[in-house]
């Protein structure tokens, strides 16, 4: 059974970079695509962006130039940095598993418990 | 960019209910939907993917269904433990996956 665990810090100071990693056990990272989702408080869920085993990525274009995606698979591990934050980057972030079926249709099907980030001096 | 509109945005039931929410998106998405359950400090929990596929493990008393722009979650006989919120997410386009604003289903 797939279990993904985020792990960083949770606290980061204005217009400095948060960087964390979501760590893969219980199955490869070298199939799949893996992503990053954030949730402000309170508030709705915001897709990030997700990449291959091969390093390639996709970024949500509102926060593509601020977001890099990388993968470890020696480690098993995924990471997101995000240079320049704000407060509004205050968030729990996810990291899941972008499962697909047979038929070519994507679904997130397995989580991290999420870890939570605020942005303040 | 896909927006994906859902309603409502909260809604309250009884236990042994069957209640129904509403995702639409901005244009044809096909069928490429899916729905999630979140409970208050956890991670959300796929519940259906393909519009109507039920995900292993999740109970028969959620059903979806929809095509094109317009799609619903279905929970039957409610249970204690469905009561949480619910998001839709669309994966038609893959470069931009989008989500509902969120449906939060409290117990009346």
């Known amino acids: 059974q797939v279990h993904l665990q985020e792990s960083g810090p949770g606290l980061v100071k204005p217009s400095e970079t948060l960087a964390l990693t979501c760590t893969v056990s219980?199955?490869?990272?070298?199939?799949?695509?893996w992503s990053w989702i954030r949730q402000p408080p309170g508030k709705g869920l915001e897709w990030i962006g997700y990449?291959?085993?091969?390093?390639?990525?996709t970024y949500n274009p509102s926060l593509k130039s601020r977001v890099t995606i990388s993968v470890d698979t020696s480690k098993n591990q995924f990471s997101l940095k995000m240079n320049s934050v704000t407060a509004a980057d205050t968030a729990a972030y996810f990291c899941?598993?972008?499962?697909?079926?047979?038929?070519?249709?994507?679904?997130?099907?397995?989580w991290g418990k999420g870890t939570t980030v605020t942005v303040s001096s | 960019d896909i927006q994906m509109t859902q309603s409502p945005s909260s809604l309250s039931a009884s236990v042994g209910d069957r209640i129904t929410i509403t995702c639409r998106a901005s244009?044809?998405?096909?069928?490429?939907l899916n729905w999630y359950q979140q409970k208050p400090g956890k991670a959300p929990n796929l519940l259906i993917y393909?519009?109507?596929t039920l995900q292993s493990g999740v109970p028969s008393r959620f059903s979806g269904s929809g095509s094109g722009t317009d799609f619903t979650l279905t929970i039957s006989n409610l249970q204690p433990e469905d009561f949480a919120s619910y998001y839709c997410?669309?994966?038609?386009?893959?470069?931009?996956?989008?989500f509902g604003q969120g449906t939060k289903l409290e117990i009346k």
């Open positions: 393909a519009a109507s």
């Open positions: 997410q669309q994966s038609y386009s893959t470069h931009l996956y989008t």
């Open positions: 899941a598993r972008v499962g697909r079926n047979y038929f070519g249709y994507y679904y997130m099907d397995v």
């Open positions: 219980g199955g490869s990272i070298s199939t799949y695509y």
């Open positions: 990449i291959d085993h091969s390093g390639s990525t």
């Open positions: 244009q044809s998405i096909s069928n490429y």
